[in-house]
């Protein structure tokens, strides 16, 4: 238990800590007995889940859901025993990550697998905490996977690259992220990976010396300016690699950065500070990447982060990435670190600087809760579990365009959205009434897909009694596709 709870209070320095050792002992003594695949104690897996939970800076509630989550299922323990001892938010939480019910006769692992997502995406709209509980279980079970059979372990692989990856990506929880796809990829993409493999190795040292060296001339001259600065190389993650690779035809002469180094700081003024120096000392290679300004324009799942592509001395092109430390406990723990700051004031356990931080991430927070929101909401008519999973791939993990209503509210869309999605995504009512749109002030078709920042308005009329049939046709988004299908039926 020391780990785990050292690991709490490195974050919550005076939190409570009777919560996670009642879930800890009560978990271990439920489990006795119970065995993993690996032979291992099955209560380990539950105690890995709490402290990777631990480690990203999460609270004692969610740390002691993360003991508790495969209790109901595989203990003959009731959700309202948990409740009773653990109170209802660690009760909430593990029944989102439980499945459903038990007693349905199983009909595939892909019914399985919508079933969990559902009742995950249900509780999500409720308490985002339960996805940071079933990312930590699945971290963990990759980390585990060979134990199991053949079989399993490439359903399980896919499911992680195809969901949960890109659900730690919405969450801005890039490091997870990089480390899911990393421990699915050579399960999944078995010859790729170890070609991936061979190259690291062949380039490995080499990359390793060249790096040193630009270490250490980095840090030379931030000294020399008087900035205080953390510097990190690294390789890239194996799965983005091999992703990079088949955009450049397996060019690997193609792919430049194959190390990236980054430059950690104590604020804003002091990255563009480094950024000069960076830019002095290597030459910026524009015509390779244009410099890209991720601070003052974050991306839409909050990632902040200057990045820059310089020429190195013998002819290597590397990136570097400049950010506070703040904005890098962001990017690799997102949504995670967010939390952290509101459980933290909650409790009035921060400082004023802390304080304000939160506040403003705060806003973020609650426009990432809106597609979950979303989520949960059409979640439920979609009975077809091949479309929902098809649905969801689309709909939430696709890239997005944010687009703009007249009075300048934003509305997040996925690519190839029309007027009729961006009007089923303010109100159905404008949406049926539409007789026309107007796109940054031009009269445009209604099925003209939309690009980022477009103006969008949409022209209503009392004789229209929409929606017409031939919308499915161009339509994207589930919402729109499953409120044109409800209306047209009760025509
Ligand atoms: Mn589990």
Known sequence: MNQLIKLYLSHFPKGSTELIEKAYKFAKEVHHGQE?????????????????????????TTIAAGLLHDVVDDTNIELEQIEKEFGKDVALLVRGVSKVGKLKLRQSAKMDLVENLRSLFL?????????????????HNMQTLEYLPD????????ETLEIYAPLAERLGMGEIKGQLEDLAFPYVYEKESKEIEKIYEAKGRELEHYLENVKRKLRENLERQGIKAQIDGRAKH???LYRKLLLKNNDIEKIYDLVALRILVNNIADCYKALGVVHLAFRPAFALAPIKDYIANPKTNGYRSIHTNVLGDNGYVFEVQIRT???HEEAEYGLAAHWHYSESKKSGRVSDVELEKGL????????????VKRLASWQQSEKDPEEYLKALKTDIFNKRIFVFTPDADVIDLPQNSTPIDFAYQIHSDLAEGCSGVKINGKIAPISTKLKNGDIVEIIVSKSVKGPRRDWLEFVVTTEARSRIKKALRSK
């Open 36 to 60: 993993r695949a690996s032979g291992e104690e099955y209560f380990v897996h539950c105690k890995k889940t709490a402290e990777n939970l631990a480690s990203w800076g999460l609270g004692d």
């Open 123 to 139: 509780v999500m709209a409720k308490d985002i905490r339960v996805v940071f509980v079933k990312l930590a279980d699945r971290l």
């Open 151 to 158: 079989f399993k372990q490439k359903r399980i692989a896919k």
């Open 238 to 240: 194996c799965y983005s």
């Open 325 to 327: 430390f703040q904005m």
């Open 360 to 371: 403003r991430i705060e806003d973020e927070y609650l426009t990432q809760l809106e597609w």
